[in-house]
Nanobody, 122 residues
Framework: VQLQASGGGLVQSGWSLRLSCVASGFTFDDYAIGWFRQAPGKEREGVSCISSSVGGVYLTDSVKGRFTISSDSAKSTVYLQMNLLRPEDTAVYYC????????????????WGKGTLVTVSS
């Protein structure tokens, strides 16, 4: 199992970034894929996830209205479109494979990719 995240960078507050996670080594549609983040000195938190097979999408409250998650099964890729970025979005973002994901919860994180750093300056 491999999860390759990319798309991080340094942007100003209010700008946008799109993160990509390319998955390989397993049947893409059998699992959910999500994004977690960890800011300096803070615990890791779940940001968003998507389950292509059941159409489930989860977004944590702090990113609703600003972030959108989508998937392309043909490319085994999940995207996290991040708009209106804020300094508090600064973190290392990790792509994660999950057993399940819906609008209320996610569970069964079993594989983590290497993170990509997002830095938002004020």
């Amino acid at each position: 199992v491999q999860l390759q995240a990319s798309g991080g960078g340094l942007v100003q507050s209010g700008w946008s970034l799109r993160l990509s996670c390319v998955a390989s080594g397993f049947t893409f549609d059998d699992y959910a894929i999500g994004w977690f983040r960890q800011a300096p000195g803070k615990e890791r938190e779940g940001v968003s996830c998507i389950s292509s097979s059941v159409g489930g999408v989860y977004l944590t409250d702090s990113v609703k209205g600003r972030f959108t998650i989508s998937s392309d099964s043909a490319k085994s890729t999940v995207y996290l479109q991040m708009n209106l970025l804020r300094p508090e979005d600064t973190a290392v973002y990790y792509c994660v494979r999950l057993l399940g994901c819906n609008s209320r919860l996610y569970y069964g994180m079993d594989y983590w990719g290497k993170g990509t750093l997002v830095t938002v300056s004020s």
